[in-house]
């Protein structure tokens, strides 16, 4: 397979081969695979994740298949109820949907995700749903490290919706954001003060807000919070996506209101001009995106097993203590990684 290094292969086919046919044990294993810290299980990765994008890109044209969609916000906001509520009704629409969950509590607990599989009850018991809460682990803006291959590899097995979970607010709207085709930011109904405290560019991140929790005494605060973003996002610089217009709608996950809504805004937005356009222009940014990343993990990993081993701390240590600064730190980092013609180490040892 190309440039990537032979693996004792057997067991990447079998998986491939199950994987095609949608068996979703098959796509477990090969979520873990991918999720696994051995450097082994790496290389077999690396042989899987070449086959299914390589795969995918072909299906990805000339229609982009599947729907891949974040839906973020603080927590407590609904995220899971939502998830739940709009998972069943797209199986029910004829798709298959696939949910991951980045769970942050799995990091301290050591793996505790009944969380999030309890708060999608109707979900979890579908055949055609597969619902998998991911481990924080370390942790990239929220999304577990190895999401974006999840993703794939859910699309791969044929579920063309394609749900992630992600919770906090900050960096981590935004990160997920270039996962996925779609973000959604779901909010809770506050009063004005509060509202400040939403940061301007998590809310440039969403493609829809959603203000959740519109129902008994938590009606008044939706409608008003709703309202509000509505102003805000018309001052908001345009949407790439030609001719969309961010919406803001209110919602009760709970008693189930709001729902027809949300699915109207999908309509109308699948049937912009541009969209299909847009959408490949979106998967091959997510491609490469994808290799920025994982060209990222594997200098680090390089770093910690390369010749770089003993020396990554002792440089991040002198970048900390103020001896080396950032730029002086990455040309000692790229000849300890035996990366060629870095110009500023050559400048620092003339001086
Ligand atoms: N009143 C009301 N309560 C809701 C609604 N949606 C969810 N809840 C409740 O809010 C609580 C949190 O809901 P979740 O769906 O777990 O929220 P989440 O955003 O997934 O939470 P984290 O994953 O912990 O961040 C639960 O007790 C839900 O029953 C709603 O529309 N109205
Ligand atoms: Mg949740």
Known sequence: ???????????VLGL???????????????????????????????????HVNRALVQTDHPTPRGWSMAVTG??????????????????????????????????KSGGSILGDKTRMQRLVTRDQAFVRPSPAGTM????????QEAMDLCRYAGFDWVLVETVGVGQNEIEVSNLVDWTLLVLLGRSGDELQGIKRGIVEAAD???????????????????????????????HPLDGWKVPCLTMSALQETGLEDFWDTLHTLQALPGYEQWLRYKRSEQRVHQYRRKLNQALWA????????????????GVRNGHDSPASAVAKTMEALGLPGHRMNQALQKR
Request: glycine share 10%; hydrophobic share 40%.
């Open 1 to 11: 397979m190309h440039s990537l290094p032979m693996v004792d292969s057997v067991e």
């Open 16 to 50: 491939l081969e199950e994987l095609k046919e949608g068996r979703t044990r098959a796509l477990a294993r090969s979520i873990t695979l991918v999720e696994s810290h051995r450097a082994s299980d790496r290389v077999a990765a690396d042989v899987l994740m070449d």
């Open 74 to 107: 603080p927590p407590g906001a609904g995220k899971s109820t939502f998830i739940d509520l709009l998972g069943c009704q797209a199986l029910d629409r004829g798709h298959r949907v696939a949910v991951l969950a980045v769970d942050p509590s799995s990091a």
């Open 140 to 147: 990239l803006g929220g999304t577990a490290r190895a999401t």
């Open 208 to 238: 829809t807000v959603l203000i959740n929790k519109a129902d008994g005494d938590g009606l008044e605060a939706a409608l008003q919070t709703c309202s509000f973003y509505r102003s805000a996002l018309a001052l908001f610089p345009p």
């Open 302 to 317: 390089a770093m910690g097993e390369g010749r770089g081993s003993e020396l990554g701390p002792t440089i991040e240590d």
